[in-house]
């Protein structure tokens, strides 16, 4: 198997990922999909994922969105909808390229983007959702909870923000261009598309819990496990893991397993 740059244009924009293509034409291949300002090309998580799927010589396709990573673009765009049209357009065109049974794996935000595909009509053959941010009308006011008392050095927790929580305040901060990330400005697009959106329901309706695996640390500050309402029964919970599960002592307590689920075994 042979590691290519892959290339999507996107409304003359270049999205780019790395596949690892079996030299023997395959109908099977994993896409690896980011949270919310990540990198799938460049997580340790992702490489080791794809790493043991070569071993077992299936295909992996790991995507960076545009304005993400080694893909060109403006992270300030950033929208559920914008990165559904992306994730249609990969998904078509590996469809074209004879890949018919796609499997999915998700961090965080990307649970969202995968809620919307399936609603659409998409079908995968496995789906795995690491700490997937569907619950986003909770998370949003929980995280503008900490941001809010973090210089009054009040520690907000998912049991206790609700005490601190002001939705005045909280909707004119939706309502605010010019908000920054991390490391970027974001437009408030994103904020008012989500501030009251619960993508699990999608999931729970669409009764697709055998085909789900999700991998959740319940050390997780930034999407606490009590914000998750859909459960499916392939449940991996890691007792120390945070929301990024990169610590090779994390991952060792569920790539393993995630294998076996994509693969059958």
Same mark, same amino acid.
């Given at each position: 198997?042979?590691?290519?740059?892959? *290339?999507?244009?996107?409304?003359?924009?270049?999205?780019?990922?790395?596949?690892?293509?079996? *030299?023997?034409?395959?109908? @099977?291949?994993?896409?690896?999909?980011?949270?919310?300002?990540?990198?799938?090309?460049? !997580?340790?998580?992702?490489?080791?994922?794809?790493?043991?799927?070569?071993? !077992?010589?299936?295909?992996?396709?790991?995507?960076?969105?545009?304005?993400?990573?080694?893909?060109?673009? *403006?992270?300030?765009?950033?929208?559920?909808?914008?990165?559904?049209?992306?994730?249609?357009?990969?998904?078509?065109?590996?469809?074209? =390229?004879?890949?018919?049974?796609?499997?999915?794996?998700?961090?965080?935000?990307?649970?969202?983007?995968?809620?919307?595909?399936?609603?659409?009509?998409?079908?995968?053959? @496995?789906?795995?959702?690491?700490? #997937?941010?569907?619950?986003?009308?909770?998370?949003?006011?929980?995280?503008?909870?900490?941001?809010?008392?973090? #210089?009054? @050095?009040? *520690?907000?927790?998912?049991?206790?923000?609700?005490?601190?929580? +002001?939705?005045?305040?909280?909707?004119?901060?939706?309502?605010?261009?010019?908000?920054?990330?991390?490391? =970027?400005?974001?437009?408030?697009?994103?904020?008012? =598309?989500?501030?009251?959106?619960?993508?699990?329901?999608?999931?729970?309706?669409?009764?697709? @819990?055998?085909?789900?695996?999700?991998?959740?640390?319940?050390?997780?500050?930034?999407?606490?496990?009590?914000?998750?309402?859909?459960?499916?029964?392939?449940?991996?919970?890691? !007792?120390?893991? +945070?929301?990024?599960?990169?610590?090779? +002592?994390?991952?060792?307590?569920?790539?393993?397993?995630?294998?076996?689920?994509?693969?059958?075994?």
């Amino acid at each position: 198997m042979k590691t290519i740059l892959k *290339e999507f244009n996107i409304d003359n924009q270049t999205l780019r990922g790395l596949e690892v293509k079996s *030299e023997v034409k395959s109908d @099977k291949i994993i896409v690896c999909l980011p949270g919310f300002g990540r990198s799938a090309v460049s !997580e340790k998580k992702f490489k080791c994922l794809s790493d043991l799927l070569k071993i !077992e010589s299936i295909p992996s396709l790991r995507i960076d969105y545009l304005g993400n990573g080694i893909s060109d673009g *403006e992270f300030k765009q950033t929208t559920v909808k914008n990165l559904v049209y992306q994730a249609k357009l990969i998904l078509n065109t590996l469809k074209d =390229e004879g890949y018919k049974n796609i499997s999915v794996v998700a961090h965080s935000l990307s649970g969202c983007v995968v809620s919307n595909l399936i609603e659409s009509g998409y079908l995968f053959e @496995k789906i795995i959702l690491i700490a #997937p941010a569907l619950n986003q009308k909770v998370l949003q006011r929980y995280w503008f909870t900490q941001k809010l008392m973090s #210089p009054q @050095k009040i *520690e907000i927790n998912i049991l206790n923000y609700t005490q601190y929580f +002001d939705e005045s305040l909280f909707l004119n901060e939706m309502n605010r261009d010019g908000k920054m990330t991390k490391n =970027e400005y974001i437009n408030k697009d994103y904020f008012l =598309e989500n501030m009251n959106k619960k993508y699990s329901d999608i999931l729970i309706n669409q009764n697709t @819990k055998n085909q789900i695996m999700m991998i959740q640390g319940l050390k997780d500050a930034s999407v606490p496990f009590e914000t998750q309402d859909f459960k499916p029964e392939n449940l991996i919970l890691i !007792e120390n893991g +945070d929301h990024d599960l990169e610590r090779p +002592d994390l991952r060792s307590e569920w790539t393993q397993k995630a294998i076996k689920f994509l693969i059958n075994k």
